[in-house]
């Protein structure tokens, strides 16, 4: 029996800058990413519960891992393929505060081998970037989902 498909969902937030749109992006917290900088950025996501819909599942993600919620509705982006999962992520205006998150926290036996489970934040920083340096940070199997963004930004009424 084929094994199913791996699927998450996520919001791209973005906001009115003074140079044009940023997005807010977060960093995976945990030992595995501490040091990862470039392509080690991603949108708020994580997988999609069994018959739960795609929205309400990344609104979910989006609260789980930043503490906040998102309002309005989000605007379908096309689905990406990173890390093995399909992406499918929503595009949504707004300014929220990210100096102060509230991620939920996962476990892992840290250090390697050792017997001991050490838990760590799922997120452990949040941050707004102009499109270049969200390009820059944002993981590579995420990328188009933002170069759409970008695209959608720059020919619709959203930056009139």
Sequence with gaps: MPKAPVVSAGVLAW??????????????GGPYWAKKDAQGWSIPKGLVDPGEDGWTAARREFREELGLEI??????????????KTVHAWLVEADLDVSAIASNTFEVEWPPRSGRRQAFPEVDRAA?????????KIHAGQRPILAEALRRLASGPAQS
């Design 128 to 136: 707004w970037f102009d499109a270049d340096t969200a390009l820059v």
């Design 15 to 28: 906001r009115r800058g003074a140079s044009g749109p940023e997005f807010l992006l977060v960093h995976p």
């Design 71 to 84: 309002d309005g509705e989000g605007e379908p982006l096309a689905p990406a393929t990173s890390s093995g």
